[in-house]
């Protein structure tokens, strides 16, 4: 059956009829624009944000570390595999404060060797692994890293740490999502490794023409600038010149923006995953900064038994 043409396109329309008729299909194209860059937004933005991997490389007992394993849940019923490693003084350590670890968007926790690192300086050091990336269940989004973060959170209160006396440690994407954490949980002091303003800064800065783009598909992910206007601890940020991945200028903007406490910045040198080029400089930063924090109140009494929402083996 043929459609008759003055259906679909009136052959002498009055003036105001034509008009209503081609702001009618304007916005019926920018519904679907909308819905296009929309759609792709969602993939787009996990693509470029997450790039797990399952394999776990190596674990604390590899390196003849003492460390507890723990499936933590969070609240959409996921487990998460967490690490906790007292320091080798013994179970309270040396300094009587924990280190939350968060990885960046690359590998998994195994593949991150700032926990090592930071477990030398005698802090009880705990990670966790998001949704996707290691043996870990899900699949990779934002808000799960923040859901898994929550889930560290609370693991290490029940263990006994004291909330005060918690330093959050975010490595590139993992600092987006210790900047969270602290909104919800004040910590005794924030690291930002080589990380960002906010997600879209990244991909802005290599190319500035994709802005306003990036503006509607990444949004405001992961968004530490604006945070660091509410969080009130301690800041240190350790970035280098020479990252190519996350540029320098993000990890100096996120610092200058800083004005409620306390900060520092170390600038060392190398890529973006060269800790251990930088390894005395930043160990030495790392303690002096923590030396210079109020002094832990008490030992933390350290609990026992199960916990609710965590396992101690695979299920």
């Known amino acids: ?20 008729w081609l702001f009618g299909r304007f916005v019926v194209v920018l519904c679907l624009v909308t819905a296009i860059l929309l759609g792709a937004g969602i993939v787009f933005k996990n693509r470029f944000a997450f790039h797990p991997d399952r394999e776990i490389l190596i674990t604390p007992k590899d390196l003849k570390l ?18 906790r490693i007292p320091p080798p003084s013994g179970e309270v350590g040396r300094t009587g404060r924990t280190v939350l670890v968060f990885h960046g968007n690359g590998g998994n926790m195994s593949h991150f060797s700032q926990w090592e690192e930071l477990h030398s300086l ?9 949704p996707g990336y290691g043996m870990s269940e899900g699949a990779p989004s934002e808000e799960g890293t923040y859901q898994a973060a929550e889930a560290l959170w609370q693991w290490a209160v029940e263990r006994g740490a004291l909330p005060g006396e918690i330093i959050l440690y975010g490595f590139s994407l993992g600092g987006g999502v210790a900047s969270r954490l602290a909104l919800d949980h004040p910590p005794a002091a924030l690291v930002l490794d080589s990380s960002f303003t906010r997600l ?7 190319t500035p023409a994709l802005s306003p783009l990036l503006r509607v598909i990444l949004g405001n992910a992961f968004d530490t600038k604006t945070r660091l206007e509410t969080i009130r601890c301690p800041l ?16 100096k903007e ?28 930043y ?8 030396n210079e924090l109020p002094k832990p109140n008490s030992a933390a009494p350290q609990a026992s038994g199960a916990r609710l929402g965590a396992t101690e083996s695979p299920p």
């Open 1 to 20: 059956m043929e459609i008759p043409r003055k259906w679909l396109v009136p052959e002498k329309p009055p003036q105001l009829s034509w008009a209503r």
């Open 66 to 83: 003492n460390y507890e394993e723990a499936w933590l849940k969070t609240p959409d019923g996921l487990r998460m595999q967490a690490w």
């Open 122 to 130: 005698g802090l009880t050091v705990m990670t966790i692994d998001y």
């Open 200 to 206: 879209r800064d990244v991909p802005a800065t290599h």
């Open 236 to 251: 240190l940020v350790l970035h280098s010149p020479e990252d190519r991945v996350v540029p320098f200028v993000l990890g």
């Open 254 to 281: 996120a610092f200058e923006s800083y004005r409620n406490n306390r900060k520092e910045m170390v600038v060392g040198t190398g890529g973006h995953q060269d800790f251990s080029e930088n390894r005395a400089l």
């Open 283 to 290: 160990l030495k930063k790392i303690r002096d900064f923590l």
